[in-house]
């Protein structure tokens, strides 16, 4: 194996670019006639639309066009739309009200985007915007999801009767009531998830262009996935058809799943550029993504855990109001769903699981899958009630969590997932041994000497992610199969490209994917070039999401890898007068096995292409195409132990120490993974002590700054100990599993539960702030 290839930490080839100023982001695109827009938002939660007076604003510098939701209408373009079909346990399909680009007639959350003008300027786009008059009637509103689903409550879309999206379950209800009537001991809770804004560094940003000479549109855009990007903007939102729209998302500066939709702004860029006639660039400013970037969480749940007399989980029983916000985001349905409640049974041996989900329309920005998307949710709600259950069983939580562990595999829960593999022992086993949990207890009395409070707490976790089989998904809703897409092709020196359908956006795939063709040719990473992110340069794919692009997009990379090297090892046997069954590939060089025969790899790369000598019938040529669709989603799982240190007197939490212990079955590169395990955590502790989306009563968002909303810095983060183990994944070539959202999956029970184990109660809300925790402690005592 090369120094380069698999397991090799070798340093990001992308970060030379972004670390010295020469990334290049949708905000750097600069196309001749550009001109910028600027959005007129609702500043009302709920409100009719009476009147809407642009004379003004048509009228000051440098405007170009001032267009409102009645013009985009009356042009044929479509309503924003939920791409996964959920159906309600009576059989009725969801209900998913109209979400224009451009309102028309009503607004339901501050930030719904009214008018946009177009102006020389961003200054002036922004001047003209505020001479925009809009006469509106302004309406009760609702943000909290309970209260919007009781009677009386104000209506959010008239299809939704009292707000209600749909009222699905999974899994068996007799079953589990069973289990709970005959149960030794039932532990219940009722357990809230606070709702999170994403704030990637990058925020989002459209440049569209129409070209008239060619009736063709060009989409800069910050996007997770721009073929699907393309492919709803011409199927439903008729912004163009596919064949004459083009989307490029470039760098994109952090994603965290607020970058896989498609939002109003990329569509009404487009359209305003043909509308106008010259080039239309928006860039977001921090208070507008606040506002408008789809928001995460916000579920509240009531929990009921059955166990036997021997503490061995007999039933789990779940009920769960999910606060979609305003309108139905592109993948929203299936979050608090298919992402949410298959994943109830963890890493837990559970007979009986029913889970009740019913999902609300509010007065407040819409609510799609942040990291982790619904299986942060489903451990914190799993995580947290076994840590209680273990208090009130007076049983060491360890040990509690080591009694229920499932232990063979394959593993089919009640609840759709069939596991394939794992060792969860193993991941208990080494996150205690590096934590000293036997050595806490002496700590704990360390801390009172000093008159602090240390609390540990623990969260076995497990998701389910690379997202698959198509088939499957779409017999469960899904719009779109999953599958990605792979294109190999070797130049003629013998350089190589690959372009993926994968896109990244932080993930180091310019690395990672480099280090596959490097471990499978010999070739320098240096010498791989990685395309993506345009849908002109690679064949359509899926995106990236749902810890997806080394178990699918690798997959479909290692997939054409191999018909390359079939193809290499025809010529080169030709070449060289041996057996094809002889050839082997390795350190840049193409051999015959047990002799010195040989050729360097740009040799066979350059004989494809002269054609001058290819065996009989062969075309010329070295490039191949390959799609991968999973057999299975993978499953990640790991342990987190987190250890705190309370000051009583303030409320001011510490965490003295957090260990993460995961198995990611096969890893490619160590360095970039503890990387994504260190950023999952910051974001999932950022979550646990100091982030909350907060609406006042009339709807408006309290927390739309930076001065507000509290985001995890440096002093407020230790310095994690991670490790590994491997199970490799049975489902895929590569025995990848995924690593992307792990660390904010994991992390928030364990956090939580290490306060409530400091303080000595059964729980506190998220964020644990200082003064969150000093309340929690007086009301204890």
């Not at 196309?31 to 007129?40: L, Q, T």
């Not at 109209?98 to 102006?119: C, E, F, H, N, T």
């Not at 070209?211 to 492919?231: F, G, I, M």
């Not at 007399?309 to 592109?330: C, E, H, P, Q, W």
Request: charged share 20%.
């Amino acid at each position: 194996m090369g120094i380069e290839g698999v397991g090799a930490r070798v340093a990001r080839k992308e970060d030379k670019r972004f670390i010295t100023g020469a990334g290049r982001y949708v905000d750097d695109m600069v196309v001749p006639g550009m001109k910028h827009a600027a959005f007129v938002r609702s500043p009302h939660a709920h409100a009719q639309i009476k009147k809407i007076d642009v004379k003004a604003a048509q009228g000051m510098p440098g405007v170009i066009g001032v267009l409102t939701g009645k013009e985009l209408k009356a042009d044929g373009i479509g309503n924003l739309i939920c791409g996964w079909m959920i159906h309600s346990k009576d059989g009725t399909p969801m209900k998913m009200g109209a979400w224009s680009p451009l309102a028309v007639d009503k607004v339901r959350y501050v930030g719904d985007a009214v008018v946009v003008v177009v102006a020389e300027t961003k200054g002036q786009a922004r001047d003209a915007a505020e001479a925009v008059e809009i006469t509106y009637k302004e309406l009760e509103a609702v943000v909290d999801a309970t209260k919007a689903l009781e009677k009386g409550a104000p209506q959010v879309h008239a299809e939704a009767e009292n707000n209600l999206i749909f009222d699905w379950e999974i899994g068996d209800a007799m079953a589990t009531d069973a289990a709970i009537k005959a149960a030794a001991h039932v532990t219940r809770m009722k357990i809230v998830n606070n709702r999170l804004v994403p704030n990637a560094m990058e925020p989002r940003a459209a440049l569209g262009h129409y070209d008239k000479a060619e009736d063709h549109y060009t989409c800069w855009t910050t996007s997770q996935n721009p073929h699907v990007a393309r492919l709803v903007m011409s199927a439903f939102y008729n912004v163009a058809p596919e064949n004459k729209l083009r989307v490029i998302a470039p760098d994109v500066g952090g994603g965290f799943g607020s970058k896989i939709y498609i939002y109003p702004e990329e569509i009404v860029c487009l359209w305003a550029s043909k509308k106008t006639g010259v080039p239309v660039k928006w860039v977001a400013d921090r208070t507008e993504s606040f506002l408008t970037d789809a928001h995460g969480r916000d579920h509240v749940s009531t929990v009921e855990m059955a166990f036997d007399k021997n503490n061995r989980i007999t039933g789990f029983k779940v009920d769960t109001i999910a606060n979609l916000g305003a309108y139905m985001s592109l993948f929203s349905s299936c979050v608090p769903t298919y992402l949410y409640a298959t994943l109830l049974s963890g890493q837990y041996d559970i007979p009986a699981i029913h889970a009740n989900v019913r999902t609300v329309y509010t007065n407040t920005a819409p609510v799609d899958a942040y990291r982790g998307a619904g299986r942060p949710e489903a451990t914190y709600l799993l995580e947290r009630t076994m840590e209680a259950a273990a208090r009130e069983l007076g049983v060491s939580p360890a040990d509690l969590r080591r009694k229920n562990f499932i232990t063979t595999f394959p593993h089919q829960t009640p609840v759709i997932m069939n596991y394939d593999a794992g060792d969860y022992g193993a991941s208990l086993d080494a996150a205690m041994k590096t934590a000293d949990y036997t050595g806490f207890a002496r700590r704990k009395a360390d801390s009172v000497r000093n008159g602090k409070l240390r609390g540990i707490g623990m969260s076995c976790y497990i998701e389910a992610c690379g997202i698959a089989p198509s088939a499957a998904v779409g017999s469960l809703g899904a719009g779109v199969g999953l599958w990605e897409s792979a294109e190999v092709r070797v130049n003629a020196v013998g350089t190589i490209e690959v372009l993926t359908g994968s896109h990244s956006h932080g993930q180091g795939h310019e690395t990672t994917f480099a280090q596959l063709v490097n471990q499978r040719f010999g070739v320098p990473i240096d010498s791989v070039s990685i395309v993506h992110g345009d849908t002109d340069k690679v064949q359509m794919g899926m995106g990236t999401y749902g810890s997806r692009s080394g178990a699918v997009g690798m997959s479909a990379i290692a997939k054409a890898l191999d018909k390359v090297e079939a193809k290499a090892k025809k010529i080169a046997a030709h070449l060289l007068e041996a057996d094809e069954g002889d050839i082997v590939i390795e350190n840049g060089e193409v051999k015959v096995a047990g002799t010195d025969k040989s050729l360097p790899w740009f040799q066979v790369a350059l004989a494809a292409y002269t054609a001058h000598n290819l065996p009989a019938g062969m075309e010329p040529g070295l490039k191949e195409t390959a799609f991968y669709d999973p057999a299975n989603f993978t499953f990640p799982a790991g342990c987190y132990i987190c250890e705190v240190e309370i000051d009583p007197e303030t409320g001011t939490t510490e965490i003295v120490q957090f260990v993460a212990a995961d198995d990611f079955g096969n890893i490619i590169n160590p360095m970039i993974v503890e990387g994504q395990v260190h950023g999952g955590i910051a974001q999932g502790i950022g979550q646990a002590l100091l982030e909350g989306a907060h609406y006042d009563a009339s709807g408006q968002l309290l927390t739309a700054s930076y001065m507000d909303y509290t985001m995890p810095r440096a002093g407020d983060l230790p310095s994690f100990k991670v490790s590994t183990s491997n199970t490799p994944c049975p489902s895929n070539p590569l025995g990848i599993k995924g690593c992307g959202e792990a660390g904010a999956i994991g992390s928030p029970p364990a956090v939580i539960n290490a306060i409530t184990d400091a303080i000595g109660i059964v729980d506190i809300a998220m964020p644990a702030t200082p003064s969150t925790v000093w309340a929690a402690i007086r009301a204890a005592k």
